[in-house]
């Protein structure tokens, strides 16, 4: 059964600073690896997301890293703003096809 | 507003009492899923719906009985429940419910089991 870890649960950065969130796969059917954002009180929302025929996928300050030899893949938030502060959750297809997702990433952005 | 709406927000049940928790989406998906998200463990799927027939249960306890009726109404009938079932509820949809698609998750219900 597919699990994906993620990497750090918590992190806290001062405003301006890059978070780095990390998660590493161990089997996927096909590629894609979405990120998902949750705000409290809110369900997750789709932030981003990497097909890779490509190794980066840039939108906006949010940018996927894509490793696919180490079967690993990694966001970064550029220029953090207190407004990102949020759960971040990474996924991955299982042999079914299905999303499975990491154990989340708690971050803070301190102004 | 994500085009997925979840009620009660908010429910607290004693371990013999029975309630439901109700998702209704109006986004046209083909798919519909229940998610548990509790504070140690990643997001586990508990259900998945295509086409009003349940297509995945990823050995959830018969406590937790799922219901579709339609494609746009998804329940979650709950009896007996243990308080280790304390826990959000997310329902989601998507257009498939394989591959690359977007889910579109509600709010959630929070449930507290005493």
């Known amino acids: 059964q597919q699990q994906v870890k993620q990497s750090p649960q918590s992190l806290i950065v001062q405003k301006g600073g890059i978070p780095i969130i990390n998660c590493a796969y161990e089997?996927?059917?096909?590629?894609?690896f979405p990120w998902y954002q949750q705000f409290p009180g809110k369900g997750p929302a789709l932030l981003i997301a990497i097909r890779p025929d490509v190794s980066e996928k840039k939108e906006g300050r949010f940018t996927i890293s894509f490793n696919k030899s180490a079967k690993q893949f990694s966001l970064h938030i550029m220029d953090s703003q207190p407004g990102d502060s949020a759960t971040y959750f990474c996924?991955?297809?299982?042999?079914?096809?299905?999303?499975?997702f990491g154990g989340g990433t708690r971050l803070m952005v301190k102004p | 507003e994500t085009g997925v709406t979840q009620t009660p927000r908010h429910l607290v049940m004693g371990m013999t009492n029975k309630k439901s928790l109700k998702c209704e989406q109006h986004?046209?998906?083909?798919?519909m899923y229940w998610y548990k998200q509790s504070a140690k463990k990643p997001l586990e799927l508990m259900f998945v719906?295509?086409?009003?027939?349940?297509?995945e249960n990823n050995s959830v306890p018969s406590r937790f009985s799922p219901e579709c009726p339609n494609s746009s109404h998804l329940f979650l009938h709950l009896h007996t429940l243990q308080p280790e079932d304390s826990a959000l509820y997310l329902c989601?949809?998507?257009?498939?419910?394989?591959?690359?698609?977007?889910?579109?998750f509600g709010e959630g219900s929070r449930l507290t089991v005493l």
């Open positions: 719906y295509s086409l009003e027939e349940r297509v």
């Open positions: 989601a949809s998507s257009q498939v419910h394989r591959g690359a698609g977007e889910l579109f």
């Open positions: 996924a991955a297809p299982n042999a079914g096809n299905m999303l499975t």
């Open positions: 089997n996927t059917a096909f590629d894609y």
């Open positions: 986004l046209g998906h083909n798919a």
